[in-house]
């Protein structure tokens, strides 16, 4: 039943969106669980919740919000995922969590594909480097890392220049691309990205997984 309740609280969290709004044009995929333990040692109630908010998530919010998107004529997808890089370092690091973060953005590829002629624009973003989140300093170790990091702004200005249609030159169709926030700030004219660290140089920022 949980399930059930769950998915009936997000189609309840769609309509009141519908009227509260009048539509929806955007739906942004952003919950994301994180655990980069080895098969050996990750506790299967975290695979279970990974799987439950990074895959289903993602599908189910997007599935449920397809028939406002159809009448909008601004309607995007944006979820963040990583591109499908099937090198197997990936995988190895962290299978459990690999295999979360690929269901996203398979959906992306998958639902680019499927709405490309109801006028819907499905993409996915992904940092360049670390980005400062909540889930990152609970992890072991986080409070350190997050030193070397930017500031979530870099991927709060970078959705809003692919939600708005900016200068995206050079990127290919508008929909199925897998975006990181600093091509598409180059692409709208930053040249200088020191303002999104949180103190590291730019030489000293960790770069993000999956790239």
Not at 22 to 51: F, P
Not at 65 to 72: C, D, E, H, I, V
Not at 146 to 161: K, L
Not at 177 to 194: I, K, M, W
Request: proline share 5%; aromatic share 6%; glycine share 10%.
């Amino acid at each position: 039943m949980g399930d059930v309740r769950r998915d009936e609280d997000v189609a309840g969290a769609v309509a009141a969106a519908v009227e509260r709004f009048g539509g929806i044009d955007i739906v942004l995929n952003n919950a994301s669980a994180i655990d980069l333990s080895t098969t050996d040692d990750v506790d299967m109630k975290r695979y279970d919740l990974m799987q439950d908010i990074n895959v289903r998530g993602t599908f189910l919010l997007s599935k449920l919000s397809l028939p406002a998107l159809r009448k909008s004529a601004h309607a995007h997808i944006l979820t963040l995922s990583p591109p499908l890089n099937l090198d197997p370092h990936w995988a190895g690091r962290h299978l459990a969590y690999t295999m979360a973060k690929y269901g996203m953005s398979l959906t992306t590829l998958g639902l680019a594909e499927e709405l490309k002629a109801d006028g819907i624009n499905v993409n996915s973003l992904w940092p360049c480097t670390l980005i400062d989140t909540a889930a990152i300093r609970n992890m072991p170790g986080g409070q350190e890392i997050v030193q070397a990091a930017r500031g979530p702004q870099i991927m709060a200005d970078a959705a809003h220049a692919v939600l708005t249609g900016g200068n995206l030159a050079g990127s290919g169709a508008p929909s199925g691309n897998f975006y990181t926030d600093e091509q598409v700030l180059r692409a709208a004219g930053v040249t200088d990205f020191r303002p999104y660290s949180l103190g590291a140089t730019e030489d000293r920022l960790v770069p993000d997984i999956f790239l």
